[in-house]
């Protein structure tokens, strides 16, 4: 094992993880747990914050290993850069020489200079029903780095925006497959932001925006986002051609609060906006104003598998029979959700997972039981560009 020097940080951080119950995201717990323990500086809040998520990231791998050993090895694949606090935890030259490595060749580095094994499969659960067009290896190590802030620029104020930003001097990156794809500081305050609050961009990861660039709305087309959640899929299409007849849906009145919000900050007036539940047959047979859309947009829900580098105290809680679970939803939600679509109208099916019960599987079943016909199928990756990774499917009504 290489030489760490542990302190008490590594204590807090384990009490945390040892605390928790997944009852809700570790974020909120441990945002919980440093309003209870206020003496707790903004300095030593961050590094906890890096060692609880370094944890987190390594799944049921490394359990040969003692826990400030395993939190230490987590780190060390986690971490991006050389600083004061890197420094302070690894005493080996070789670790913070390496450090700017991808994490899979920091793994190998382990195995070949301290005989440190670590096994993919033991990293990220049920490794033998991910989706098989994704590099599993590549996909797994990817999942130690921490995703970007991402943000979609409203086109009509493409200019505006690039302009704020250049003026304050903030460092931003536009992505090459999308010119209204910004990737942002994680410092930056951007709901507090003026572009923000007037409308003129929304957060959103870069794989939904990449996903959403796939809608094709027409003028005068009757639009259904069925599981809106707050809004952003929508936002997006509105983006794309303003003029659509548009309803958004959710099972949560909550939610489409917050989506309301959000369209109002964006002037948007002329949608309609109700809670169903697509899950029960009702909304199909008995809510005649819900009927025959020209595309409807499936985004259900899931395990969240492809945001794991988020929430990747996630990955200790998936069990094959959460996956069944999701996989009978997600086909009873869209299976309604062909009734009221048009003939030749087009079902855009999504989810974030990478699990072939979520996705191929789900999209072969409603195949298989309706007049459905596959336009394209992928997994949009966010390998190498700190982003989610979301599944996609497009399918034509006959």
């Known amino acids: 094992m290489f030489s760490i020097s542990s302190n008490f940080l590594f204590t807090i951080a384990l009490d945390c993880i040892q605390g928790y119950n997944f009852s809700e995201p570790f974020a909120i717990y441990l945002k919980k747990y440093f309003q209870a323990n206020p003496k707790l500086g903004s300095r030593d809040r961050k590094n906890i914050r890096q060692l609880c998520?370094?944890?987190?990231?390594?799944g049921n791998t490394g359990k040969q290993y003692s826990d400030v050993e395993r939190m230490a090895i987590g780190l060390y694949l986690s971490y991006r850069h050389v600083d004061g606090f890197s420094e302070r935890v690894f005493k080996d030259k070789q670790l913070l020489n390496s450090i700017e490595l991808h994490?899979?060749?920091?793994?190998?580095?382990?195995q070949q200079s301290f005989s440190i094994h670590l096994n993919t499969l033991d990293i990220f659960p049920l490794c033998d029903i991910v989706e098989s067009e994704l590099p599993l290896d590549d996909f797994v190590f990817?999942?130690?780095?921490?995703?970007?802030?991402?943000i979609r620029i409203n086109k009509k104020f493409e200019k505006e925006v690039l302009s704020f930003f250049e003026k304050d001097k903030v460092d931003f990156k536009v992505h090459p497959e999308s010119n209204l794809a910004l990737q942002l500081p994680d410092d930056f305050d951007v709901m507090n932001s003026e572009p923000y609050m007037k409308g003129w961009i929304e957060i959103q990861d870069l794989s939904s925006q990449l996903l959403g660039s796939f809608y094709n709305p027409q003028l005068n087309e009757k639009w259904l986002d069925a599981c809106a959640a707050s809004g952003g899929k929508s936002l997006q299409l509105l983006d794309i051609q303003p003029d659509i007849?548009?309803?958004?849906?959710?099972?949560?009145?909550?939610?489409l609060t917050n989506l309301q919000l959000r369209f109002k900050r964006n002037h948007i007036k002329h949608y309609k906006s109700r809670v169903a539940d697509w899950s029960k047959t009702n909304n199909v047979s008995t809510e005649g104003d819900l009927k025959l859309f020209d595309a409807i947009i499936a985004d259900v829900p899931c395990s969240g598998s492809g945001t794991w580098a988020r929430t990747p105290e996630q990955k200790l809680s998936i069990t094959k029979d959460k996956l069944l679970h999701f996989s009978e939803l997600q086909y009873t939600i869209t299976n309604n959700l062909v009734a009221v679509l048009k003939k030749e109208g087009t079902l855009y099916y999504s989810t974030c997972s990478v699990y072939r019960q979520e996705n191929s599987e789900v999209v072969n079943r409603l195949r298989n039981n309706n007049s459905l016909e596959l336009v394209e199928q992928k997994i949009i990756s966010g390998i190498g560009s700190y982003a989610d990774t979301m599944c996609f499917a497009k399918l034509i009504k006959k």
Do not use: H, M, Q
């Open 142 to 150: 990817d999942g130690f780095l921490r995703r970007n802030l991402w």
């Open 245 to 255: 007849d548009l309803t958004v849906t959710d099972i949560r009145e909550s939610i």
């Open 103 to 110: 994490p899979k060749l920091k793994s190998e580095f382990l």
């Open 53 to 58: 998520y370094a944890w987190w990231r390594l």
